[in-house]
């Protein structure tokens, strides 16, 4: 079994929060038979240019540090996974640092950034986040990013955007793009959650939703991994089979859920799984090979 999880804060947190343990560790995606985990360059809480270049040059070093001194593996292509071995990829979480023109995206891609967010909880210069408002399309840099993005196989994440640069991507653009870490606004009423006109629309297009742990966008109240079941059933109700996956968000949430507080406990979902009546071969689907399908096809469009 390929398990793949499409968005952690891990870098963010290491860089932040130096003296607090991160969920993410090499010891417990091994345990756990992890096979790739995505790592965000998060643009940071402030939306200054300046401030989010500085914290992206720390969390880079950082993981230069985790490549060099820990034998953290990373990738460019999913062609090189193995089954058996850790792999990392890189994404950007919030684009401002984007902002002095297209150049800056090749040099993302240079690095190995393979999937871009153009949105965190504040607007800038490509888009609006769902958190200011919900009507805004994109911006028209916002759009020429996209495009670039996709003629370079760089994955497009519309997890933090609003609906109506969710809509502007699919219909704009000719690529399908992804919502690493998102959950159904059906089942939970929070802006930060994916209606299912643009799930529908998503999963109609060919793209792909990672589903987070985080709890208070899950339910109201105390959240369990059955919640986490409840948003993949809907998923896969309105047209995401094949097209579901893994977007913990771990190091990213301060309340977990209890029995996923870490990726040694992902095991636990994929029995919620069994239980609730998937299959092994959704199983396997959900656990990384969707992911693994939807990613091969656009990063070698």
């Known amino acids: 079994m390929f398990i793949c999880d499409a968005h952690c804060d891990t870098l963010y947190k290491r860089v932040t929060e130096t003296n607090a343990a991160p969920d993410v560790t090499l010891e417990r995606l091994q345990e756990a038979g992890v096979t790739l985990q995505t790592l965000a360059l998060f643009s940071g809480p402030d939306p200054l240019f300046d401030r989010a270049v500085q914290l992206n040059a720390a969390m880079r070093h950082e993981f230069l540090r985790l490549k060099e001194e820990e034998g953290w593996i990373q990738i460019t292509d999913l062609k090189d996974l193995k089954e058996g071995q850790v792999a990392f990829l890189l994404s950007l979480e919030g684009c401002q640092v984007l902002t002095p023109g297209l150049s800056c995206v090749d040099e993302f891609y240079e690095i190995g950034v393979r999937m871009m967010s153009l949105t965190w909880n504040h607007e800038n210069a490509l ?4 958190n200011v408002n919900q009507h805004d399309g994109l911006k028209a840099f916002g759009l020429d990013v996209v495009k ?15 609906d109506a640069g969710v809509q502007d991507v699919l219909r704009k653009t000719d690529v399908p793009p992804l919502a690493s870490h998102i959950g159904c606004r059906s089942l939970m009423p929070a802006s930060r959650n994916m209606s299912d006109r643009n799930l529908k629309d998503l999963f109609k297009a060919g793209g792909f939703v990672g589903v987070y742990f985080l709890p208070y966008l899950l339910t109201e109240g105390e959240a369990t991994i059955e919640h986490v079941v409840d948003h993949i059933d809907h998923l896969m109700a309105i047209g995401g089979e094949g097209k579901i996956g893994i977007g913990s968000d771990f190091d990213g949430m301060s309340k977990k859920i209890e029995g996923l507080e870490h990726p040694g406990q992902l095991k636990n979902l994929f029995l919620a799984l069994e239980k609730r009546g998937y299959s092994r071969q959704d199983i396997d689907s959900i656990a990384g090979k ?12």
């Open 290 to 301: 969707a992911f693994i399908d939807y990613a091969t096809r656009v990063m070698s469009n």
């Open 127 to 130: 888009a609006t986040s769902h």
């Open 148 to 162: 670039h993005c996709q003629q370079l196989g760089i994955m497009i994440d519309v997890s933090h955007l609003n």
